[in-house]
Antibody, heavy 119, light 110 residues
């Protein structure tokens, strides 16, 4: 069964960076894009960007263009999302999700990683 | 990219049908048949319910159906059941490798 396992919750100071991991299992890692979506407390879903695990190519939402980097390590079937210059409004649950064969929908999703930005 | 517009809340009694709309101008909804819908229960990750406007993944109840007219996509839940109470989000491919989610709708089963 296809599965995405994310790293654990993080607490960061304003101005710091956070790197969240998403480990894929039970499918060919390089065949499917991985997207990152975040959800602030009590708010809706927000698309952040995607990575092609095969080529490493990325597309980022304009809002995050200057602060986000998505990378992958094909040796361990893992993608990473790093967000820099953290602010309090970056406090959110961050999800990774698979896009099967670049068909523009997301299934399955990781369990989510809570990132709290607080001084 | 602005979020797609959804009603904040929709409610219905068990057994009834409800429809959630998802509207976007210049957002890709009208240009691509690449709208998907996600169900999210409190404290859980979203779950795919509909993809490519009308298609239902294996394992999703046939009480869920999708459609689109112009720049508005819709999700209909028929035979409403208590377990359908959740938040629902639409998402559309917006072109140039970008995506946009809807504002989200809370479904309440009365």
């Amino acid at each position: 069964q296809v599965h995405l396992l994310q790293s654990g919750a993080e607490v960061k100071m304003p101005g710091a960076s956070v790197k969240v991991s998403c480990k894929a299992s039970e499918y060919t890692f390089t065949f499917h894009y991985i997207h990152w979506v975040r959800q602030a407390p009590g708010q809706g879903l927000e698309w952040m960007g995607r990575i092609n695990p095969d080529s490493g190519g990325t597309n980022y939402a304009q809002k995050f263009q200057d602060r986000v980097t998505m990378t992958r390590d094909t040796s361990i079937n893992t993608v990473y999302m790093e967000l820099t210059s953290l602010r309090s409004d970056d406090t959110a649950v961050y999800y990774c999700a698979r896009d099967p064969h670049d068909r523009n929908w997301f299934d399955p999703w990781g369990q989510g990683t809570l990132v709290t930005v607080s001084s | 990219q602005s979020a797609l517009t959804q009603p904040a809340s929709v409610s219905g009694s068990p057994g009834q049908s409800i429809t959630i709309s998802c509207t976007g101008t210049n957002s890709g909804v009208g240009s691509y048949n690449l709208v998907s819908w996600y169900q999210q229960h409190p404290g859980e990750a979203p779950k795919l319910m509909i993809y490519e406007v009308t298609k239902r993944p294996s394992g999703v109840s046939n009480r869920f159906s999708g459609s689109k007219s112009g720049s508005t996509a819709s999700l209909t839940i028929s035979g409403l059941q208590p377990e359908d109470e959740a938040d629902y989000y639409c998402c559309s491919y917006a072109g140039s490798s970008f995506y946009v989610f809807g504002t989200g709708t809370t479904v309440t089963v009365l």
